[in-house]
């Protein structure tokens, strides 16, 4: 049997008004993107989402 692969599309790089974005999930019904600040600010607190989704997360 073949195991899906659970993880969305590969990240999409675009721009808005003039500015970089990451779109990730692109092509699905809720696609997630943001600029350059709010990529660094995911990136100064990643242990913190990673604990956050670790807590709430329903596949334990």
Known sequence: MEEKDE???KPVIGE???NPIL???PGERFP???????AKLILMHLDEIRDF???YSKDK
């Open 53 to 55: 989704v670790l807590k």
């Open 16 to 18: 808005y008004k003039g």
């Open 7 to 9: 993880r969305p599309g």
């Open 32 to 38: 997630f993107s943001f600029g350059l600040s709010k």
């Open 23 to 25: 779109t990730l999930n």
